[in-house]
């Protein structure tokens, strides 16, 4: 009940000012949101870096509405992928296909993500195209098959909630396609999702299953340790080399989990979000979690 009101709160572009103006100060977002600036997010990733982690950076950002928008922010990302490469940090970068305009002109949305991953390309880096709400899961999937015919470093999210989700990955395989894979942020209706968190792991095992025996490489994300136990269990039993594969996390969130599983060999990568559009992000963080609410009414009474 308490995640479906606050997805339901993400999704309300008139709350934001409300929450952002009143409700919720800047230390209490800074925890799952690295700062405002560029410089903010390649200092973060370079913190990781130290600790033998590695990053993929996120401008915060989604579901613009006109064509200018969607350009503005597609120029963050060719800075985010300039400042990678001249910072020297291991970062890649992961966007939102409704940043890019993908609600606003389709053709337009492909080409200007073309042009991010053709850049991504020219440094040896890689972007990742994040799954958003079932609205667009379609779409997004054909953008990212179009790409993948042509571009070997461009990957895609895909969410166990979906009872759709398994049919994707077998096609996602046939392109030998990267995939990240993670139980899904949004609220979706028991028509098309699983409505049980057992049926949704129970999902996230069997596609990690698929995702490791595949032999291409690809992001198991989740801080859920269960899920994480039966990765290393199933990789061991398999004999699955540990490089082969990696965890992925978000920025703030089991970082203990995260420099553990670094220690132990494993390749981990933090999801670094950064900018001024963290309201619809931060949502879903409490919406996974309704303890952080607690956090937040803590800090409340601090500001
Ligand atoms: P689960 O929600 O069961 O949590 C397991 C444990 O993790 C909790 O008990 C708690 O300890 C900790 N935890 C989880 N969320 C927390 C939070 N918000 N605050 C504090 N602790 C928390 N989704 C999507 O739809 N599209 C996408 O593209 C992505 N991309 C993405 C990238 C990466 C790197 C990650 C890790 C996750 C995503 N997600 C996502 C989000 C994902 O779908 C899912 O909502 C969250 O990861 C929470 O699910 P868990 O698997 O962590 O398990």
Excluded at 87 to 100: D, E, G, I, P, W
Excluded at 121 to 136: A, L, P, T, W, Y
Excluded at 208 to 226: F, P, Q, R
Aim: proline residues 2%.
């Amino acid at each position: 009940m308490m995640r479906a009101i606050l997805l339901w709160f993400s999704r309300q572009k008139w709350l934001k000012n409300f929450f952002m103006k009143f409700f919720i100060s800047r230390a209490v977002v800074k925890r799952f949101v690295c700062g405002e600036e560029l410089e903010d997010a390649i200092q973060a990733v370079k913190n990781l870096n130290e600790k033998g982690l590695i990053a993929t950076i996120d401008h915060l950002g989604e579901e613009v509405t006109n064509w200018d928008e969607a350009q503005k922010a597609a120029g963050f990302y060719h800075d985010i992928l300039e400042a990678i490469y001249k910072s020297k940090v291991n970062s890649n970068a992961s966007l939102k296909l409704t940043q890019m305009g993908l609600k606003v002109d389709f053709q337009k949305c492909h080409d200007s993500v073309e042009g991010i991953v053709q850049k991504a390309k020219g440094f040896g880096n890689f972007v990742r195209i994040d799954m958003e709400g079932s609205d667009v899961t379609q779409k997004t999937l054909e953008l990212f098959y179009n790409l993948r015919q042509k571009y070997d470093n461009v990957g895609i999210v895909v969410q166990t909630y979906l009872y759709r989700t398994e049919k994707d990955v077998e096609g996602i395989l046939n392109l030998k396609g990267r995939i990240r894979l993670c139980k899904g942020a949004y609220k979706e209706p028991s028509s098309i999702a699983f409505p049980k968190k057992k049926d949704v792991d129970d999902n996230f095992e069997k596609l990690t299953k698929m995702l490791l025996k595949s032999g291409v490489y690809h992001g198991i994300a989740t801080h859920d340790e269960k899920l994480v136990d039966f990765t290393k269990k199933y990789a061991q039993e398999e004999s699955i080399p540990k490089g082969t594969f990696e965890f992925q996390m978000l920025y703030g969130i089991r970082s203990d989990l995260q420099e553990s599983l670094t220690k132990e060999g494993y390749n981990v990568r933090v999801y670094v979000p950064y900018g001024t559009e963290w309201y619809p992000y931060f949502m879903r963080r409490l919406a996974e979690r309704p303890a952080n609410l607690f956090f937040l009414l803590r800090n409340f009474f601090k500001r």
